[in-house]
């Protein structure tokens, strides 16, 4: 970037020293119109087939969206047909308005009266540029012509919607001043207040004056001040709408059309995951769900937001970024170590409550499942991972519940795993890495091997004390059959040890659990041994007898350890 030489100028804004929005808080939800199907469809680089928009389109109802623009249908046959198409096999719900584009001209506004014949609901929408740069550059006209140029078209418009009226179809005018954000205030309201004149506004027959942020130009708090001011100096306030067209330029559209909200803005413009022109216009998805978090009902259905990303991006060929807010792939994970110890203490203290109960899970702003994802994609597992994010994994994926004090040394090998290959690992590799490490040890790992194994008094009624066990045992290749007793299978085990040559060894804890059900029910016991070296080393058994996983665990133990 070249050194700065003052060809830039710093955003003035307006002059509102008692500015009243700071104060205030958002209590309910915009009127929401999605502009998908024509905003963000031209900023495609192959913008969507009939077929394509009547799927997107559906799914606009099906998601909660009572103002839907459908195109520009002076445009192109395309627009045209796919309205058409609409109307005809009566797509649109009587209680959803459908918007369109047009220029104020009068050869554009027939043709697309002709389009909108049998709708029930309409609005018209028209807009003109009346920044001092276009007025200058497009146009080369002053303010007062300007005004003339936007009067004449309001009225080209009322006198051709005439008969559209008189057949049934409802009617609203929206006018946008384009690159509201650019203009100076005060023209932009004489020009509005023009429009609404003209087109004899009223409580009843309101007009949406949607002011937009063509190019994003301030930080938030000075567009903020520009809709506040709008909306105290503009006349007949009770007879307009005022609605946010906000782009992102400056990466603050979210931000930008929260505070116009709070500053008296009452609808919103948008696309879904913020597509559209350059930098795309504002996130419809992002918006809802922060109102969502804050107790604020959206009047959007979000509960199956999978549903939506993987329609959006088979439809329009976009992206969404994995850490786009809320949608992106990876917005529910933790790779840190700390992040993934917190999230599982609060998930597992959470089990106990109502699935209503106030959400305070750390790091976490929303509930996963509220729209429609698996807690168990919650933590994932690399290099950065911590001590309790591949016992989270194992628990929830595999049903396996390592002893805490076993959390550090499984989260090492799975660090050690991740690092070595230098990427993340899935559920089924930590899984495989742990039946490879404790479970499954296999030679040359192990010295120690079991190969016969008979006990007698197993079942442990309730008159017997001891049991009697032999085994045949294989240690650094040394065979030994030894019979011994003890108070269970587990300590009979470690007396015949006791009568090897393997090194002494005491258990100082020992956990056990069953898992799978029915006749695949097995028991997974956990064992840490000290040996009288001082070393402490765990343990891993899994059988169908709750005795037999317990041995196997002691001979996991001792191999890990000579391992």
Same mark, same amino acid.
């Given at each position: 970037?070249?050194?700065?030489?003052?060809?830039?100028?710093?955003?003035?804004?307006?002059?509102?020293? /008692?500015?009243?929005?700071?104060?205030?808080?958002?209590?309910?939800?915009?009127?929401?119109?999605?502009?998908?199907?024509?905003?963000?469809?031209?900023?495609?680089?192959?913008?969507?087939?009939?077929?394509?928009? $009547?799927?997107?389109?559906?799914?606009?109802?099906?998601?909660?969206?009572?103002?839907?623009?459908?195109?520009?249908?002076?445009?192109?046959?395309?627009?045209?047909?796919?309205?058409?198409? +609409?109307?005809?096999?009566?797509?649109?719900?009587? /209680?959803?308005? #459908?918007?369109?584009?047009?220029? &104020?001209?009068?050869?554009?506004?027939?043709?697309?009266?002709?389009?909108?014949?049998?709708?029930?609901?309409?609005?018209?929408?028209?807009?003109? %540029?009346?920044?001092?740069?276009?007025?200058?550059?497009?146009?080369?006209?002053?303010?007062?012509?300007?005004?003339?140029?936007?009067?004449?078209?309001?009225?080209?418009?009322?006198?051709?919607?005439?008969?559209?009226?008189?057949?049934?179809?409802?009617?609203?005018?929206?006018?946008?001043?384009?690159?509201?954000?650019?203009?100076?205030?005060?023209?932009?309201?004489?020009?509005? &207040?023009?429009?609404?004149?003209?087109?004899?506004?009223?409580?009843?027959?309101?007009?949406?004056?949607?002011?937009?942020?063509?190019?994003?130009? !301030?930080?938030?708090?000075?567009?903020?001040?520009?809709?506040?001011?709008?909306?105290?100096?503009? &006349?007949?306030?009770?007879?307009? #709408?005022?609605?946010?067209?906000?782009?992102?330029?400056?990466?603050?559209?979210?931000?930008?059309?929260?505070?116009?909200?709070?500053?008296?803005?009452?609808?919103?413009?948008?696309?879904?995951?913020?597509?559209?022109?350059?930098?795309?216009?504002?996130?419809?998805?992002?918006?809802?769900?922060?109102?969502?978090?804050?107790?604020?009902?959206?009047?959007?259905?979000?509960?199956?937001? /999978?549903?939506?990303?993987?329609?959006?991006?088979?439809?329009?060929?976009?992206?969404?970024?994995?850490?786009?807010?809320?949608?992106?792939?990876?917005?529910?994970?933790?790779?840190?170590?700390?992040?993934?110890?917190?999230?599982?203490?609060?998930?597992?203290?959470?089990?106990?409550?109502?699935?209503?109960?106030?959400?305070?899970?750390?790091?976490?702003?929303?509930?996963?499942?509220?729209?429609?994802?698996?807690?168990?994609?919650?933590?994932?597992?690399?290099?950065? !991972?911590?001590?309790?994010?591949?016992?989270?994994?194992?628990?929830?994926?595999?049903?396996?519940?390592?002893?805490?004090?076993?959390?550090?040394?499984?989260?090492?090998?799975?660090?050690?795993?991740?690092?070595?290959?230098?990427?993340?690992?899935?559920?089924?590799? $930590?899984?495989?890495?742990?039946?490879?490490?404790?479970?499954?040890?296999?030679?040359?790992?192990?010295?120690?091997?079991?190969?016969?194994?008979?006990?007698?008094?197993?079942?442990?009624?309730?008159?017997?004390?001891?049991?009697?066990?032999?085994?045949?045992?294989?240690? +650094?290749?040394?065979?030994?059959?030894?019979?011994?007793?003890?108070?269970?299978?587990? /300590?009979?085990?470690?007396?015949?040890?006791?009568?090897?040559? &393997?090194?002494?060894?005491?258990?100082?804890?020992?956990?056990?659990?069953?898992?799978?059900?029915?006749?695949?029910?097995?028991?997974?016991?956990?064992?840490?041994?000290?040996?009288?070296?001082?070393? !402490?080393?765990?343990?891993?058994?899994? !059988?169908?007898?709750?005795?037999?996983?317990?041995?196997?665990?002691?001979?996991? %133990?001792?191999?890990?350890?000579?391992?």
């Amino acid at each position: 970037m070249k050194q700065y030489n003052g060809k830039y100028q710093q955003f003035k804004g307006v002059s509102l020293d /008692d500015r009243t929005w700071p104060s205030k808080r958002l209590e309910s939800a915009p009127v929401w119109c999605s502009v998908d199907l024509r905003d963000g469809n031209q900023a495609l680089v192959a913008p969507m087939d009939i077929d394509a928009k $009547i799927e997107f389109f559906k799914m606009l109802v099906a998601l909660g969206f009572k103002q839907i623009e459908v195109g520009y249908p002076s445009s192109s046959n395309t627009e045209y047909d796919f309205i058409r198409r +609409l109307i005809d096999e009566k797509l649109v719900p009587d /209680d959803v308005t #459908i918007q369109v584009l047009c220029q &104020a001209r009068e050869t554009f506004v027939l043709k697309t009266l002709e389009c909108l014949r049998g709708a029930k609901n309409v609005i018209f929408h028209i807009y003109t %540029a009346i920044s001092p740069a276009q007025r200058k550059y497009n146009f080369g006209k002053s303010k007062e012509e300007m005004i003339d140029l936007v009067v004449s078209g309001v009225k080209a418009v009322k006198k051709a919607l005439k008969p559209l009226k008189q057949e049934g179809t409802n009617i609203t005018l929206e006018f946008s001043p384009e690159n509201f954000t650019q203009t100076e205030e005060d023209f932009s309201i004489e020009v509005c &207040a023009a429009v609404m004149k003209e087109w004899e506004a009223s409580p009843q027959n309101k007009v949406i004056l949607n002011l937009p942020a063509t190019v994003e130009c !301030s930080m938030p708090n000075l567009f903020a001040d520009q809709i506040e001011y709008f909306c105290r100096n503009i &006349a007949d306030r009770d007879s307009c #709408i005022i609605s946010l067209h906000n782009h992102n330029d400056r990466g603050e559209g979210v931000a930008q059309c929260e505070l116009g909200l709070l500053a008296g803005a009452q609808r919103v413009e948008g696309c879904l995951f913020g597509n559209g022109e350059r930098t795309g216009n504002v996130d419809l998805i992002t918006l809802a769900l922060n109102m969502y978090t804050q107790g604020i009902d959206p009047k959007l259905d979000l509960s199956n937001l /999978d549903s939506v990303c993987e329609t959006y991006e088979r439809l329009t060929g976009m992206f969404i970024p994995p850490r786009h807010p809320y949608s992106g792939e990876l917005v529910y994970t933790a790779f840190s170590g700390g992040h993934q110890d917190a999230i599982r203490k609060a998930m597992d203290a959470r089990r106990k409550l109502d699935e209503n109960a106030y959400w305070d899970i750390p790091y976490l702003p929303i509930d996963p499942h509220d729209i429609g994802r698996e807690y168990k994609d919650i933590i994932r597992i690399n290099s950065q !991972s911590g001590k309790g994010g591949a016992a989270y994994i194992l628990e929830e994926n595999f049903g396996l519940m390592p002893p805490k004090a076993m959390h550090p040394v499984i989260g090492q090998v799975v660090k050690a795993r991740a690092d070595e290959l230098r990427r993340e690992l899935s559920p089924e590799e $930590i899984y495989q890495l742990f039946e490879e490490k404790w479970i499954n040890t296999k030679s040359p790992l192990n010295v120690l091997e079991i190969t016969e194994r008979h006990v007698e008094g197993e079942r442990g009624g309730e008159g017997v004390e001891h049991v009697n066990a032999t085994a045949t045992i294989v240690w +650094l290749g040394k065979k030994y059959v030894i019979t011994s007793s003890g108070n269970g299978p587990l /300590d009979a085990f470690v007396n015949i040890m006791k009568r090897t040559s &393997a090194p002494r060894f005491n258990i100082t804890s020992f956990h056990e659990h069953s898992i799978g059900s029915g006749s695949d029910t097995h028991a997974i016991s956990y064992v840490q041994i000290v040996r009288e070296d001082g070393k !402490s080393v765990w343990g891993v058994g899994k !059988s169908s007898n709750v005795g037999r996983a317990g041995i196997a665990a002691i001979v996991s %133990a001792i191999n890990y350890d000579a391992s």
